[in-house]
């Protein structure tokens, strides 16, 4: 399997616009900054959510965002997916008749920034999951993935302002996908391997985002084994993860990690002080390179 099937386009220029200001000693400056407008999503005939993202891929993002909602199933036929750019908005329209009226009151907040939401009926869904054993991550795998990751162009190194997530197969990266919302990106990566019949059992799903519970119960019912990060986590992240035997790997950086949750599945093939740090020349300059992007 090829490496980069699809991956973000920084020359795009419906997603960046060039900006003046001024620097911390006053001078004069252009600096490129990410573009986001409103997306609102149809399911059928009912609107579903409004989304702020960059709407490169908008029909990836809204299959992405039924699936992980519970909205859309795996074995449903969806007849017609509709973008029209003018008036912001994507339908999608299934086989099988959709009403969750009902459903959309049960929204919660998540920690999801840009406003990211879970719906409290899928944790029933939770317990169900149930992950390969087989999976494996090798540490020369992580290691040569976050460096071909973190070296990719991205809009993050063009403008920054932006989070990033990539399905991965052993240490090739496959779907990269970029938004102002983590959640967002995770949801697109979904919608691709629904459209396209990318298996899961295999696969590794990296995030430049945080490892809260939101981004691990999408991993887990995207039914992905290996979840990384180059962030950090939050509790909750941590236990949901133990509870669905999710490999939960964070703080990734070059050599570096730290494993919370699932380290069975990883193989350390990588001798003491074999392999690299992670490079600085990806990082955006002036860039905090912190939790926060």
């Known amino acids: 399997m090829e490496e980069f099937i699809i991956r973000p386009n920084p020359s795009d220029p419906r997603l960046t616009q060039r900006v003046t200001g001024i620097d911390q000693t006053g001078a004069p400056i252009e600096t ?8 609102t999503l149809f399911l059928n005939g009912q609107e579903i959510v409004t989304m702020m993202t960059i ?54 907040l998540t920690s999801g920034c840009a406003q990211g939401t879970v719906f409290g009926d899928l944790m029933e869904k939770f317990e169900d999951v149930r992950l390969s054993s087989t999976a494996r991550i090798r540490t020369s795998w992580l290691a040569t993935l ?69 981004m691990v119960i999408k991993t887990v019912q995207m039914g992905i084994p290996i979840l990384v990060s180059r ?28 494993a919370l949750a699932g380290e069975e599945r990883i193989d350390f093939d990588l001798a003491p002080g074999e392999g690299s740090d992670e490079p600085t020349s990806h990082r955006r300059k002036g860039s905090r390179d912190d939790d926060g992007e």
């Open 32 to 39: 490129s900054v990410t573009v986001e407008r409103p997306l």
């Open 55 to 108: 709407c490169d891929y908008p029909e990836y993002l809204a299959l992405g965002y039924l699936l992980n909602q519970n909205m859309l199933r795996t074995d449903d036929r969806v007849t017609d997916i509709v973008y029209d750019d003018e008036i912001e908005t994507v339908v999608v329209r299934t086989e099988r008749p959709t009403d969750y009226e009902q459903k959309l009151k049960k929204k919660t």
């Open 146 to 214: 976050t460096r071909k990751i973190n070296t990719a162009p991205s809009l993050y190194l063009e403008a920054g302002a932006i989070h990033g997530c990539v399905l991965a197969c052993e240490d090739r990266p496959l779907v990269y996908m970029e938004d102002v919302g983590r959640h967002n990106a995770v949801d697109k990566v979904a919608g691709y391997m629904w459209r396209h019949g990318l298996t899961p059992e295999d696969k590794i799903f990296y995030t430049t985002g945080r490892l809260t519970s939101e």
């Open 231 to 258: 962030s950090g986590f939050t509790a909750w992240g941590v236990d949901l993860a133990r509870q669905a035997g999710l490999t939960l790997i964070g703080r990734a950086r070059g050599r570096r990690f730290v």
